[in-house]
């Protein structure tokens, strides 16, 4: 499926029910964006060890990395989510956390796949929140590949809405960017036995501009380049991926 996730691994979603949507719906990002980054990570002469993914969702990612060898930990704030990635990868380790204050372990690699860093969980989600993370990142790594949402996702002063269904369930998501914040207010429906249950939360992201991205980068001492795919998977528009080296 090509539609826009309403939630994107590492998001705020605390329920199963959006989780399970998720998982079962909307897994065409992760699925093609995986053979774009494994060859990322074979071109910087990663072909084995551990690779930390921040904002793991239910796993995909970890599943294509566990069968292509490598050793996995992933991590995300979503107990629901961890649940479905410890069935579906029981050779990967998961662990409940945020993705902002996660302790990461030396590594050869960090991921973080579907606009992770956007996430508004606090506050204190902002430009310095970031470069801290990103420094503990540095010290961590060889190689940090993740994207992020930027402005332009909505039209200003203008709320759209959409929704997708699957076999045995519907969700319906209203879109709002104001101030380089964008809302989404994600209804979902689930069938259970002959009813449907209906849920509802509000996720909030930060949207950056690349340049934001950049300067962070080049801050810490990465040596980067900016991507609109990871291989033949074109990102969607008003995302920009990052593969950033560590040089020293």
Request: hydrophobic fraction near 35%.
């Amino acid at each position: 499926m090509n539609q826009e996730s309403p939630l994107v691994h590492g998001g705020e979603c605390q329920k199963k029910d959006l989780a399970y949507i998720h998982d079962v719906g909307f897994s065409d990002y992760c699925l093609k964006s995986a053979p774009g980054i494994l060859e990322i990570l074979q071109k910087n002469n990663i072909n084995t060890g551990l690779v930390v993914d921040l904002g793991c969702g239910s796993g995909l990612w970890m599943q294509q990395l566990v069968k292509s060898g490598y050793r996995a930990i992933g991590i995300d704030i979503s107990p629901s989510f961890i649940d479905i990635a410890r069935k579906r990868v029981p050779r990967a380790e998961f662990r409940v956390d945020s993705l902002f204050s996660a302790e990461i372990p030396p590594c050869n690699a960090v991921t973080s796949i579907g606009e992770c860093f956007n996430y508004l969980f606090d506050s204190k989600n902002d430009n310095q929140r970031l470069v801290e993370l990103f420094n503990r990142i540095y010290k961590a790594l060889t190689v940090f590949v993740f994207d992020i949402t930027t402005p332009g996702q909505v039209s200003g002063g203008i709320t759209t809405k959409g929704f997708t269904e699957g076999e045995d369930w519907i969700v319906l998501v209203e879109k709002e960017e104001k101030q380089e914040i964008l809302t989404r207010r994600i209804i979902t429906f689930r069938r259970v036995e002959e009813h449907y249950r209906r849920d509802e939360e509000i996720h909030h992201q930060r949207l950056y501009k690349p340049e934001e991205i950049e300067r962070a980068l080049d801050q810490i001492g990465f040596g980067f380049q900016t991507l609109h795919n990871y291989g033949e998977f074109n990102l969607p528009p008003n995302h920009t991926a990052f593969v950033a080296r560590k040089l020293t």
